[in-house]
């Protein structure tokens, strides 16, 4: 019998585990660090791309962070973003500033286990799929959880968010 390679925890896997919050996860090598990453993920899993979602960062012109949670294939709609935030406009996060503020790099950025908690939208379409999937906290690693789950551990919000 073949031993299970074992996955190193990530401040994601650990705060799903410390909630009792079921999960799986499933590494894969990447290939490289171009835009795709998520969707070249979902395909290589064998899952359905809209289940899987990418973890933007926006700021609102107050300074204010809001996260927002779209299947990877789609493309954030800002202003139904910052309507459903509650805020007056949102822009993304430089990324040269996520580390700092989350804790995560680009294209590792999970909606769990960041630095600090903040506001977060998930795009509705979630509440469509038994489980979705979102990074796991850094790149190549994807966590596959029920929705419902997802958004009462973070707080979130589901909203159409995505054009």
């Known amino acids: ?6 996955i190193d925890k990530t401040n994601a ?5 410390r909630a009792g919050i079921p ?10 660090l171009s835009r795709g990453l998520g969707l070249r993920m979902a395909l290589e899993g064998g899952v359905d791309p809209d289940s899987s979602f990418k973890t933007l960062v926006t700021v609102a012109p ?7 949670c779209i299947p990877v294939g789609e493309e954030l709609d800002f202003k139904k973003a910052a309507a459903a935030a509650g805020e007056k406009s949102l822009s993304m996060l430089p990324t040269k500033d996520l580390e700092a503020t ?4 680009r294209g590792g950025c999970s909606p769990l ?13 979630a509440q469509l799929f038994d489980e979705v999937g979102v990074s796991g906290g850094r790149r190549g690693l994807s966590l596959r959880l029920e929705p419902n789950a997802l958004a009462d551990f973070c707080g ?4 159409d968010i995505v054009r």
């Open 113 to 125: 286990g960041m630095k600090k908690s903040f506001p977060t939208l998930i795009d509705e379409t």
């Open 102 to 105: 989350t804790g995560y790099v």
């Open 13 to 17: 896997m650990r705060e799903l585990d």
């Open 62 to 68: 107050n300074g204010d962070h809001v996260v927002c």
């Open 23 to 32: 999960y799986t996860c499933r590494e894969f090598e990447e290939e490289d």
């Open 156 to 159: 979130a919000t589901f909203a």
């Open 1 to 6: 019998m073949a031993k299970r390679e074992k």
